[in-house]
């Protein structure tokens, strides 16, 4: 959900998307720990892969919502079109240029 009357500094959402890249990490890091649980080769196997696989998701959510949180943020710039690129500015109208 995109608000395009959203203020483009607001300090709100860099605080939102650090929130969610920091449990992003921590997603990160019980997948991390899940599979090295998985390599250790206990007998045990399916809380290691539950582990692995919840940190996993979990990291790509929040990664994926940090993104989305910068993304409403802070819009990409509207595009030029191709004449003023170009140098070719817009004409002026007649009182305009009368009263230069």
Request: glycine share 4%; proline share 10%.
């Given at each position: 959900m995109r608000t395009p009357h959203k203020n483009r500094d607001d300090p709100r959402a860099?605080?939102?998307?650090?929130?969610?890249?920091r449990v992003g990490f921590i997603?990160?890091?019980a997948a991390g720990a899940g599979l090295l649980q998985l390599l250790d080769g206990d007998l045990a196997w399916l809380s290691p892969l539950a582990l692995a696989f919840c940190g996993g998701m979990l990291a790509a959510v929040s990664w994926s919502r940090a993104r989305?949180?910068?993304d409403s943020a802070h819009p990409p710039?509207?595009?030029r079109s191709s004449s003023l690129a170009l140098g070719?500015?817009?004409r002026r109208s007649g009182a305009e240029s009368a009263a230069e």
């Open positions: 860099l605080l939102a998307s650090s929130v969610w890249l997603g990160a890091t989305a949180v910068l710039p509207a595009h070719n500015h817009p």
